[in-house]
């Protein structure tokens, strides 16, 4: 017979009593983010043994222009045995000001992981010879203009924008 001690705590308070309703944030755990085409899909709190205490899933809906119209939000506090212990989810219906800032950011997102590409194949120096002159193209990405930006990529005659380069970073900014 199981009895309380004997019961699995969570792993975000060393308790047995439910902690749906703590700012999770504040308990200083290492914090993992995943992201898909600039999309957080997912978080997850690490404890130092490497054990998931919480975790955030995210599921996104889009029209066919792809603004969001609602994101379906799943939370799970995970026990010291491995179960999930608690689990909430809502969802957040978007207006279209909303719909707008969400996609700047998802694209901003992008931008991002195109630039870690960037210094990651060609280096340092000249990732900002590069994206110094393409800046302009990628405020027009932010704001949902692809054209300009992947144009300008695939003109560069920068020695250093390889068709591999090239083609890694394009990928990346398809959404």
Known sequence: MTTALDAPNFRLTGKIDSPINLDYDIFGFQKFRGF????LIEVKLINSEEDE???ETRVFTRDENHFVISRQTTIEWFLTDGSVGESKTWIKTYSAEEAIVEGEIRRKNVIDAA???MFASVGKLYSFD???G???QMNY???GYTTPLISAI????KPYMTIEVKQAIIEILTL
Do not use: A, H, R
């Not at 695939?154 to 005659?157: F, G, I, K, L, V």
């Open 141 to 143: 990405y932010i704001d």
């Open 134 to 136: 393409v800046k302009t």
């Open 115 to 117: 630039k870690y590409q």
């Open 130 to 132: 590069f994206l110094l």
């Open 154 to 157: 695939n003109t560069s005659t």
């Open 36 to 39: 898909v085409k600039g999309e």
């Open 53 to 55: 205490v919480v975790k």
